[in-house]
Every structure is written in structure tokens, then in C-alpha cells.
């Protein structure tokens, strides 16, 4: 069974409170998708609205084919995102968030805001850190 594929463990108790923190959280592979560099940016690029994949695969550059189709895969499998086919000729394929994903991809939206603000901040520490790294050889 691939990673995709997984269901719940066997015998996990779902009235057990999630700790991320705890070596055999189930939190960890949703967090694990949610917060890797495909899964970031396909939530965030979707908060902008719904894209059809080969937009989605634009909007989210430097993204190949199969790593964007895995990564919306482990999204709609842990309720994030919706696959949509629209009847159409040839077939074509809507992407869109549910509720759950909406409400997770704007904490994500918030901390990539963050970031792309700071940046000025984090050249400067780069640079100092290069040059510390420079002076130690």
C-alpha cells in the first residue's frame, strides 16, 4: 500500500487528542504534507480560488507534474482539497479547497505574508552568517 493509500492505523482511537509532538501521531503525516514546500504553496495558491491542474501547475512554479499530482493526492485524502472532474471533452480536472482546507491554508497565507515581509531581515542574517562562516576558514 503506498503512502497515498494509507488509512487510519488499525486500532487508532479517534477520541484520542492529536499531539504532534508524540512519536506516534497520526498529526504527523497531515502536518508533514500541509507544511512540505508543494503542499504550502498548492494550499495557498488555492486560496485564490479554484484552478484547473495544468493552472494550478503555473501558479505553483518550479513544480513538476507528478510531485503537484502526490501532493494535491495526500490533500484531498486528509480533506483538504476537492478533485472535481468537469464534464467536458476532453475531461478536465477543478481543484478547490473544502472548509477545512480553506481554514488551513489562511494560517499558511498569514505565515507566508510573514516571511516575504521579513525578508530584508533575513538577508541581513545571511549575510552576517556567511560572513562569520568566511571569517572561521
Known sequence: ?????????EG??????????????????TLQTVTG???VLALAAL?????????LR????????????????????DGLVVRDVL??????????????GAEIAEHLVGLIELVESRMPEVWAAQQKYAERRTDQN
Open 37 to 39: 514546500r508543494w503542499g
Open 12 to 29: 487508532a482511537d479517534a477520541t484520542l487528542e492529536a499531539d504532534v509532538f508524540a512519536r506516534g501521531c497520526t498529526s504527523r503525516e
Open 87 to 100: 464534464e467536458a471533452i476532453p475531461p478536465k480536472v477543478e481543484y478547490s479547497l473544502t472548509p477545512l
Open 58 to 77: 503555473r501558479r505553483v512554479d518550479g513544480v513538476s507534474e507528478r510531485m503537484l499530482s502526490q501532493t494535491l493526492q495526500a490533500l484531498e485524502r
Open 1 to 9: 500500500m503506498s503512502e497515498l493509500e494509507q488509512t487510519p492505523r
Open 47 to 55: 486560496a485564490e480560488g479554484n484552478y484547473r491542474f495544468s493552472a
